[in-house]
């Protein structure tokens, strides 16, 4: 009955900023918290800055595909992560944005929003990614109107009410399963074939109040105040028709949060920072991890992957650096 | 009833209410008869000033305190604002029980009302002081809803920084009929002065802009 979230509660620590910091993680989902645990194990200097700890896990209902862990809710995973983490007092800056990451003559300079600056040997990229938009007609006009991103957030409104759902991954196949204790019929809109997990498709077909349309896309979204319809085009037949529908929840993946570094690292065309198999960016001393690398596969399990394998890689980077040039000075 | 804070959770927000500075007072109006959620939010605020000797509750019915109800401009039941040590209402309103994720913006304005105002920019400080007409935000959340309680802070946060400013949560299951005069179909929606709509939780300089607009 109580998400309490120690995000939103704790109150910004005194955080130092005079330290050169060897690492500086930015963002505090699976990838950046693991990176900071492997780090501070390794005897690394090492701070977190997030806007919010534990990531896209707080828009997860259930976790099932984390090895250990049958059936956790996302926020209590998040908050199992967070504490870990916290064992090894690593310092964690919370509600805090980056304004902007220059590169200086010993590795870089993060400037915040609230105007602190912080110095780092090195940093790790882990802002991981934000919902997609379908970019159709109407999809603005009617956000919030009909048009949801967040199945936990809007299900209650759709009570009784018949409701679209885009997509055909994991996170379409859980929101048709949360709204299904809601609204009167869901139909599913996908433009391909489904990408969900078999335990989700077994799941699906036990319920009643669901149409799935695959191979179909999605053209426009319809409404007066509200939203009241959309247009489909159906591949294979190349026609299109209308449905009628009170909402359109769109579950089709994310798009990497990546803009605060599109002038430093090479990203790819979705916008994903490019990554060799150590972690590295294009840039010697800034690394980066998680959903808003190319890696293809957007998993919790596999962003906690490659924090681990990001902030091992780091240590080597800064062993080396030190070697190469014992002498030098910081800053 | 049973207690609405299990021990674990009773216990983590009595070590975060330690840190409350100044004391606090939460003034809430109930109604008898038909007040769907009135009990329980009643409820929770008496186990959280158990929690803290720094929080303070005084309970007024909308009816029979309408004076002081037509004071705090709350029409809606329950409803509670949050004054400061010096018994001022700095426009921080909860209409609804903050349960669920709502806890979180609850806990937050308490901490600040108590005096512990995270930092700002200069530049945004300096845009919120220099507002200065009188402005209404709204906010209405879902109690399963992860980004809402963000949203409800930041009104929160403007409403204590300027006095020409007030922020309320309006927790829209409870208040169905509101919601469906403002169409609320997704949360969390912002609405300002009743005219301009933010969807989303936005930072706080969507705020301003959406302010300044007006």
Known sequence: MFELN??????PTAFDTDTLWDLLVVGGGPAGLNAALYARRKGLQVAVIAKDFGGQLHNTTDVDNVIGHTLVSGKALADKFLEHVRTLEVPMLHDAMVHALTRQRDGFM?????????????????????PRKLNIEG???????????CTTCDAPFFKGKH?????GGNSAAEAVIDLSHYARHITVVHRSQWRADQVLLDKLATLRNLTVHLETALLAVHGKDVMTGATVLDKATHTTRQLTADGLFIEIGTLPISEWVKDLVHRNERGEVVVDENQATSIPGLYAAGDVTNQPFKQIIIATAEGAKAALAITQYLNHKTKENPHAQTI | MPKLFNDDIAKQIETILEQLDKPVTLMLFTKSGSCPTCAETRQMLEEISALSQKINIVLKDLEQDSDLAKQ???????????????????GVKFNGIPAGHEINSFISALLEMSGLM?????????????IDKPVNIKVFVTLSCPHCPGAVQSAHRLAMLNEHIDGEMIEAQTFNALSNQYKVSGVPKIVINDAHELVGNQPIEAFLDAIESL
Request: zero cysteines.
């Open chain 1, 110 to 130: 993060i400037e915040l929003a609230d105007g602190r600056t912080l110095h780092s040997k090195t940093v790790l990229i882990a802002t991981g990614s934000r």
């Open chain 1, 6 to 11: 120690l995000n939103t509660v704790d109150r």
């Open chain 1, 139 to 149: 999809e603005v006009t009617y956000a919030n109107k009909g048009v949801s991103y």
């Open chain 1, 163 to 167: 409701v679209l759902v885009a997509g």
């Open chain 2, 118 to 130: 995270p930092k700002f920019h200069p530049s945004v400080l300096k845009r919120i002081q220099k």
């Open chain 2, 72 to 90: 705090y401009a709350i029409t809606l039941s329950p409803s509670f604002v949050m004054l400061d040590a010096e018994g001022t209402y700095r």
